[in-house]
């Protein structure tokens, strides 16, 4: 039912043509500005031929977001630019807009490092992102009231923990869908949640460390195996809901990892 045609667009276009980091490292606003038009003009023309072949079809995309809590004209300009601009070249062509979310902004964009705003005592993930469960509920906020009758998929949603008792991730994970369930409740559309990821996997420039999944993989064995946390979301899976025998049963994991 549901096709994502392109994956954050914008984060490719400004890493690999802006900043020159990923391949083809070609680092020109030019070569950046170029290759966005031409994703949103790819973005477009699938569309239509999905369509064709799917009237059903609820065609997307996986866009890039973060949450800027900005307190000066500079900050809402990044805003705007990152969080808006392509989703407005390619707004009638969107059934669905779907959201990948891992950073909270308080001032201005000063890069990915840094740490967490969100709490007195922040939680790092190993990527050195701070980690943020109140992000995701004030982006789909913002997303809802700028287009309204749209819905919502949060498309990924993580971070980086290899703890295979990962405290951390476990307590993000509770902590942002509580923060969610409370936009549900207050209208917001939200077609979907998907975690990222199932699976440890290789991070573009950053290769197999950065371990973003609910299931280690041993590299040189290949086998797999769930991280505390995957036990966590399948119940809450199998509940519907964050439940109270749910938080019982994982108290400890649930807590904010230095309460």
Not at 103 to 123: I, L
Not at 187 to 209: P, Q, R, T
Request: net charge negative.
């Amino acid at each position: 039912t549901y096709y994502t045609v392109l994956n954050e667009p914008t984060v490719y276009s400004n890493v690999s043509f802006r900043l020159g980091l990923w391949p083809p490292q070609e680092a020109t606003e030019e070569g950046c500005t170029h290759v966005l038009h031409n994703l949103a003009e790819a973005h477009r023309r699938a569309y239509v031929l999905i369509k064709k072949k799917n009237s059903n079809a609820k065609v997307g995309i996986a866009h890039a977001v973060r949450w800027h809590e900005f307190h000066s004209e500079e900050s809402k300009r990044e805003r705007d630019v990152w969080n808006y601009e392509f989703i407005d070249m390619i707004l009638p062509q969107l059934d669905f807009i779907g959201l990948n979310l891992y950073f909270h902004c308080a001032e201005a964009w000063n890069g990915e490092e840094g740490h967490d705003p969100c709490t007195d005592t922040p939680v790092i993930s190993d990527m050195n992102w701070g980690m943020c469960p109140r992000a995701m509920y004030e982006v789909l906020k913002e997303f809802s009231i700028r287009h309204p009758g749209l819905p919502l998929m949060v498309t990924e949603h993580g971070h980086a923990v290899s703890e295979m008792n990962d405290r951390r991730r476990c307590w993000y994970l509770w902590e942002s869908l509580k923060w969610i369930s409370k936009g549900i409740s207050e209208g917001i559309d939200l077609k979907g949640y998907l975690h990222w990821s199932l699976l440890d996997n290789f991070e573009w420039a950053y290769g197999f460390k950065p371990q973003f999944g609910l299931i280690h993989v041993d590299r040189k064995t290949q086998i797999r195996t769930p991280r505390t946390s995957s036990y966590l979301l399948r119940d809450i899976i199998k509940a519907g809901a964050l439940t109270q025998e749910i938080a019982d049963q994982y108290t400890y994991l649930i807590k904010h990892p230095y309460a």
